[in-house]
């Protein structure tokens, strides 16, 4: 399979417990977005990447959570101190260039908060 | 603030039938609108966009900037249309590309 691809499916986790999410973008694809998805919501944007540069990051995206993407490849996406409200789907999505390419999504990293 | 509403969550049409599924967008410039679809078990992948004005699986949608609304149309419904579409919305200029701000979704169901 040569899509976006995330790593791991399925997250369970204890509050206050510091996870890490894996996104290997389409290999000749420089931009990378993460995106989060809660029950009943559409996705909403998180931050994004230009090869490694991170270019934008939303409110959303509080002191707690880090996304890197060393050498433009793949991406993390870091949750310290997770909370209940951090349950949601992780979503990442890459695209050739700018311009109003279309995002190749990933299918997602579910993560629970007990 | 850019803003997108689907006021549909469920939409139930039998085969056969047109269906539209309605899209609203609020934003102060021109923006580009897309749909996104998700069929079961499936990711989460584009549809359509308007600057490209094409029809997929006989899909089309039109720009409406008057009543700020790009619905989703197909005049004979199919039951592998059934699935979960978005609608977004992208701001203008550079670094709004890929910046997308969806909607909340709605499920579509065709019935044999």
């Known amino acids: 399979d040569t899509g976006v691809s995330q790593d791991p499916r399925h997250k369970i986790t204890k509050r206050g417990q510091n996870v890490t999410f894996r996104c290997d973008p389409i290999?000749?694809?420089?931009?990378l977005y993460w995106y989060r998805q809660t029950l009943g919501q559409g996705p909403e944007f998180l931050t994004y990447?230009?090869?490694?540069?991170?270019?934008?990051k939303s409110r959303l995206l509080s002191d707690r959570f880090s996304a890197e993407r060393p050498k433009g490849s793949f991406s993390t996406l870091e949750i310290q101190r997770t909370e209940q409200g951090d349950s949601a789907m992780y979503l990442c999505?890459?695209?050739?260039?700018?311009?109003?390419?279309?995002?190749?999504f990933g299918s997602g990293t579910q993560l629970s908060v007990l | 603030a850019q803003r997108v509403t689907q006021p549909e969550k469920l939409l139930s049409v039998f085969k056969g039938a047109p269906v539209e599924l309605k899209c609203n967008y609020s934003?102060?410039?021109?923006?580009?609108l897309f749909w996104y679809v998700q069929y079961s078990r499936q990711r989460l992948q584009l549809l359509l966009r308007?600057?490209s004005r094409e029809s997929i699986k006989g899909f089309t949608a039109d720009l409406n900037k008057g009543e700020t609304s790009f619905h989703l149309k197909k005049p004979f419904a199919q039951e592998e249309d059934s699935a979960m579409y978005y609608c977004?919305?992208?701001?203008?200029?550079?670094?709004?590309?890929?910046?997308?701000?969806f909607g909340q979704g709605t499920i579509l169901t065709v019935h044999p």
């Open positions: 999505a890459s695209s050739a260039s700018g311009g109003y390419e279309k995002l190749f």
């Open positions: 290999s000749e694809h420089n931009r």
């Open positions: 990447f230009q090869n490694e540069a991170q270019l934008e």
């Open positions: 934003y102060s410039g021109s923006p580009e």
């Open positions: 308007h600057i």
């Open positions: 977004a919305l992208q701001g203008a200029g550079g670094t709004s590309y890929g910046k997308l701000t």
